[in-house]
């Protein structure tokens, strides 16, 4: 993450590739992003928190991520085409 003046403020290091990122509206510093990755994993990064938090896992790589309004549910859509919804809480 770089601040507008261009200084490098946070660096996440992920396990594999990024394929797909999705920026996610919070409040002011409280803004996070939904990252696909080539391996499967979906995390969400919160850009005040230097920790990746794992939401899902899937045996393909990971295409396409969103959230809904209300925070609750996740989708994703893997390279095989195939559309799975995770419930934030539940799991």
């Known amino acids: 993450m770089l601040a507008f003046t261009g200084i490098l403020v946070r660096e996440w290091i992920l ?3 990024i394929i797909y990122v999705k920026v996610v ?3 002011p510093k409280k803004e996070s992003l939904l990252v696909g990755l ?3 994993v979906v995390v969400r990064i ?3 928190n230097a920790f ?4 899902a896992n899937q045996p393909a790589s990971i ?3 969103d959230i809904s309004a209300d925070k609750t ?3 994703l859509i893997d390279e095989h085409q195939s559309m799975f919804v995770h419930d934030v809480k539940s799991q």
């Not at 990746?52 to 939401?55: K, L």
């Open 15 to 17: 396990e594999a590739s």
């Open 25 to 27: 509206s919070g409040p």
């Open 38 to 40: 080539k391996n499967g």
């Open 46 to 48: 919160f850009i005040d």
């Open 52 to 55: 990746p938090i794992p939401v």
């Open 63 to 65: 295409k396409m991520v």
């Open 73 to 75: 549910k996740i989708v």
